[in-house]
């Protein structure tokens, strides 16, 4: 098996990022609740992305690209730290978004300050974005100019390795803390976050489910067991992904990028409860998820369950949260 040293990164990240127990919430659900804070990565106001960039963005400049483009949502958090991040390395950033739904500010004003090119379809399918995103590249091309483009979340095998990588981290921190993890629960929204995470638990975690509660509605099961295979390939390892590896739970409410009530009050349950922050879209809705499987006893009553905080704050500003029931 290859040692992720043996892969070209570039240091974006303020790694490890913290863990440790929900000692309030844990007490009011009756579960042994720790956090890995990757909304502290350390660039823009965090999140997972940075972890996936920093293989990414390395891969760019190996090819000499002077330009990365990507894509998401209007609020994406992937988009907002790819702008940051090519920023911190002097690369122009362009995002092609969907311009679906109403949402402004939030993460699109950061977009705007990282100085990044926001280019918004006005389509519900990235079909549309991506044959955006090669016309743009073949344009800049023609242009004499080198453009690398990352699909949707950096959920592509090279960008799995930032979470493969994770999985060894919150290994070492759970042997720090003297905790053996039974399951640790992400949000799903591409795919990548968990494929690394649930490789990187059969490669450092033995024994440990990886759970993902995703976000909108496509089939994750398929998607995020491709991208363990074709990381597993990548590393060269002897581990055979297979379907049971994979546990998906959803919580997509009213749809994709749209909050939905049990996420907003998941952010308020966190934020009430811990002082931590989460957005409507992402990791509130993951949260929300996360309770539901909680109150449905997916969990024994003895289980360390760690919760990966993925980020996404920056979309709290662009909502107007539902008020309460």
Known sequence: MKQITEFETIPLGVLPTPMYKLENLSRELGKNIYIKRDDMTG?????????????????????????????????????MLT????????????????????????????????????????????????AEMERLSAQLRSQGRTPYSIPVGGSVPVGCLGYVNCAREIANQADELGVRLDAVVSAVGSGGTYAGLTLGAKLFLPGTRSVGVGVCDDPFEEISLE????????????????????????????????????????????????????DPVYTGKALAGFFELLEQGAFDQDEDILFVHTGGAGALFAVDLPAED
């Open 227 to 278: 991208l363990m295979r074709e990381t597993a390939r990548l590393l060269d390892c002897d581990i055979q992904p297979c379907a049971e590896d994979i546990h998906i739970h959803y919580h997509t409410g009213p749809g994709y990028a749209i909050p939905s009530s049990g996420g907003c009050a998941a952010v308020r349950r966190l934020a009430r409860a811990e002082g931590i922050l989460a």
């Open 83 to 130: 702008a940051a991040c090519a920023a911190r390395l002097g690369m122009e950033a362009i995002l092609i978004l969907k311009k679906r739904g109403t949402l402004t500010g939030g993460n699109l004003i950061l977009d705007g300050i990282f100085g990044a090119s926001v280019r918004m379809v006005d389509t519900d399918s990235y079909e549309d974005v991506y």
């Open 43 to 79: 660039v823009g106001l965090g999140g997972n992305k940075v972890r996936k960039l920093e293989f990414l963005l390395a891969e760019a400049k190996a090819q000499g690209a002077d330009v990365i483009l990507t894509a998401g949502g209007p609020q994406s958090n992937h988009a």
